[in-house]
Nanobody, 120 residues
Framework: QVQLVESGGGLVQAGGSLRLSCAAS????????MGWFRQKPGKERECVARISWSGIRTYYMSSVKGRFTISRDNAKNTVYLQMNSLKPEDTAVYSC?????????????WGQGTQVTVSS
């Protein structure tokens, strides 16, 4: 069983930066694909970024490419989402997720989420 705990959310002005962290329990973290998702009020959850178990392969949704960076430290059982040049439309609850598949369709484990609010 993997438990995920996010941190680093908060209120930031447009143009600012935040770094989200997701700490995972369990000894098999390095074998999991990790994803960051966000959900805006009244909207479907969307995958913001994904990283392979090795950290070599990454995916970003088009609206965050060049602004967000996903990374992981398998020695610390932690995945990060560095968010730069934040925009008000990035406001959402951000959650991390883990799955053993290299191309997850439905992630197996989820964190509780952390609120990110970007003011204009």
């Amino acid at each position: 069983q993997v438990q995920l705990v996010e941190s680093g959310g908060g209120l930031v002005q447009a143009g600012g930066s935040l770094r989200l962290s997701c700490a995972a329990s369990g000894r098999t973290f390095s074998s999991y694909t990790m994803g960051w998702f966000r959900q805006k009020p009244g909207k479907e959850r969307e995958c913001v970024a994904r990283i392979s178990w090795s950290g070599i392969r990454t995916y970003y949704m088009s609206s965050v490419k060049g602004r967000f960076t996903i990374s992981r430290d398998n020695a610390k059982n932690t995945v990060y989402l560095q968010m730069n040049s934040l925009k008000p439309e990035d406001t959402a609850v951000y959650s991390c997720a883990a799955d053993r598949s290299p191309n997850p369709v439905k992630y197996e484990h989820w964190g509780q989420g952390t609120q990110v609010t970007v003011s204009s």
